[in-house]
């Protein structure tokens, strides 16, 4: 058994590598569902014989903290807001709003506090950010794909967020 760590979720998982089938090139996280990529490299013991160890690559590696762009729409101008690090919620602009980042919009499908992206720096000095759904009563689709409560995703560079009937589009 061998601990690893999934780089979306950041869930901590053990695997028994003897169980996994040979050729594959990766795995499901059972907590988030995505891809864990992985790789095998032959490693020499003090005996000299080759043993395979299950390696996981970590994602690319993200630089700088990102921004979110609001597409604009007959209901919604474009608007630009730049993410800082920490846990932040976005909405629809109102006189009462829990959000950091409220959207000026005539879109009443998009909740006052919809979403939150949790901004983190990784080890290596850049950061990643973690989208998640923030119990909004229309949901939030990521990518096409509606997210279901309790699910973190990890944004990329030009992910679509559509909050009812917004779309908002991540850059790093």
């Known amino acids: 058994m ?13 695997v028994d590598e003897t169980r996994i089938p040979e ?6 996280c059972p907590k988030c569902k995505r891809e864990i990529p992985i790789s095998y490299l032959k490693q020499k013991t003090g005996n000299d014989v080759e043993e395979e160890t ?11 903290i990102g921004r979110l762009t609001v ?14 690090e920490g ?15 409220c959207i000026q919009t005539n879109d009443k499908t998009m909740s006052r506090s919809h979403l939150c992206i949790e901004v983190k720096k990784n080890p290596k000095g850049g950061y990643f950010h973690c989208l998640s759904d ?16 309790g699910d973190v995703v990890v944004l990329k560079d030009n992910d679509e967020i ?6 908002v589009r991540f850059n790093e």
């Open 2 to 14: 061998i601990p690893i760590k999934c780089p979306h979720c950041q869930v901590r998982l053990k």
């Open 23 to 28: 050729g594959i090139v990766s795995f499901k």
């Open 54 to 64: 299950l390696v996981v690559l970590p994602k690319l590696k993200k630089t700088g």
């Open 71 to 84: 597409l604009p729409d007959s209901d919604t101008p474009r608007q630009e807001f730049q993410l800082n």
């Open 87 to 101: 846990v932040i919620i976005v909405g629809r602009k109102a006189k009462v709003s829990t959000a950091a980042i």
């Open 134 to 149: 923030n119990n909004s009563k229309n949901n939030t689709l990521y990518n096409g794909k509606y997210i279901e409560n």
């Open 162 to 167: 559509v909050m009812g009937r917004t779309t």
